[in-house]
């Protein structure tokens, strides 16, 4: 289903009136997790200023350690929907279980399913039986191919709004935090007719080099772009040393529009 071949036209999905795909790319951005409303209303705001539509706060958190901090849960996408509703900004948050579909319908516009449950296969036939678009991430060691299959388990449950994200893979270099595969980008939408986006937060864990990790994503045909935004990077509970505060955030969104390569 989700395969070029079969559907030769790019899919285009309409997260409330923004749209993804078929030459029209998106900036997702915000923190990696939803600490407080005032954390939330500070990168909003800014957010709302540079004119980005897409806002992420991960409320259920998939933490490599158990004694890391694991998201606010239900409280979380509470305060994301509140926060978005106020700024008038779509959300994105991950949800970790089959169970989380009903809450993810009701509280936020997309779904993430992360790296870590790409092989999941409850919680892709979960999401195949949502309502609202579902972005999936690349797994941590995951071919090409085993991608493109879990994309198609979603598919195949009947939810046909499916994007999907290059978030870095596993590799022996160490100067990141992982290996960003650039060339999954033209690979994807040449075997796929979804929307491609790239997360360059993750992908290389560091704030010195998006702005060129983004460039790269984009001339590659990325539909799309996700980077971690916190106000106050150095007390944040997950992710602390890649969070991008908000003048670097802004700094990095300039250069993209300034680069020519954003629609
Ligand atoms: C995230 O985006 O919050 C996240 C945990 O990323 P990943 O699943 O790619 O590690
Ligand atoms: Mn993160």
Redesign the pocket.
């Known amino acids: 289903l989700v395969s070029r071949k079969k559907q030769p036209e790019s899919t285009v999905i309409d997260v409330q009136g923004t749209l993804i795909g078929g030459g029209s790319q998106v900036m997702i951005a915000g923190p990696?997790s939803v600490e407080s409303y005032e954390q939330l209303r500070t990168v909003a705001s800014a957010l709302k200023d540079a004119g980005i539509k897409v806002m992420r706060g991960g409320a259920f958190k998939p933490r490599t350690s158990p004694y890391d901090f694991q998201g606010l849960g239900i409280e979380g996408l509470k305060m994301l929907k509140e926060v978005a509703d106020e700024f008038g900004l779509a959300t994105i948050s991950e949800i970790v279980h089959p169970a989380h579909i009903e809450l993810a319908e009701q509280y936020i516009d997309i779904i993430q399913i992360g790296a870590r449950n790409m092989q999941n296969f409850e919680l892709l036939k979960a999401a195949g039986e949502a309502n609202i678009p579902v972005l999936l991430k690349r797994g941590i060691a995951a071919t090409l191919e085993e991608f493109v299959h879990a994309a198609e388990y979603i598919a195949v449950g009947g939810n046909s709004k499916v994007m999907l994200i290059e978030r870095g893979i596993r590799t022996y270099e160490k100067w990141t935090r992982n290996t960003l595969d650039i060339s999954a980008v033209p690979l994807l939408k040449q075997e796929t007719h979804l929307p491609v986006l790239v997360d360059v937060?993750?992908s290389t864990g560091r704030k010195d080099i998006l702005l060129p990790c983004a460039k790269a994503a984009l001339a590659a045909g990325a539909d799309g772009i996700m980077a971690?935004v916190h106000p106050d990077p150095q007390t944040a509970l997950?992710?602390a040393a890649q969070q991008l505060d908000i003048p670097q955030f802004q700094q990095l969104w300039e250069g993209i529009l300034q680069s020519g390569l954003f629609a």
């Open positions: 990696c937060s993750h971690e997950s992710d």
